[in-house]
Nanobody
């Protein structure tokens, strides 16, 4: 079991930046896989970026490539999502999710599917105004 707590959401204008944090309740182990997902009103939840804790590699959705990056604080079991050049379409609730069984590999990198993750945080709201 692991609990996840997100923070850092807020409201910004187009082109602004935000940094989200996801703190895990304990050392997750080398097979820890963390992901950021988002859900806009009236839309399905989608994968944004997935991070392999043991290997330190990530895969991201095409819509955020070049704008969103991942970093971590290993001592605090915390993952950060740096979001730059934000757009109105980035608006939504952002969720941190985890798997203790490792990331799943897809043909283009780590899979961004929701079903691979069984631990979820409560989310943090990001609103980008035009």
């Amino acid at each position: 079991q692991v609990q996840l707590v997100e923070s850092g959401g807020g409201s910004v204008q187009t082109g602004g930046s935000l940094t989200l944090s996801c703190a895990a309740s304990r050392y997750p182990g080398t097979r820890f896989c963390l992901g950021w997902f988002r859900q806009a009103p009236g839309k399905e939840r989608e994968g944004v970026i997935v991070f392999d804790w043991g290997g330190g590699t990530s895969s991201s959705a095409d819509s955020v490539k070049g704008r969103f990056t991942i970093s971590r604080d290993i001592a605090k079991n915390t993952l950060f999502l740096q979001m730059n050049s934000l757009k109105p379409e980035d608006t939504g609730m952002y969720y941190c999710a985890a798997s203790l069984e490792g990331c799943t590999y897809c043909s283009a990198g780590w899979c961004l599917g929701l079903t691979d993750f069984n631990y979820w945080g409560r989310g943090t709201q990001v609103t980008v105004s035009s």
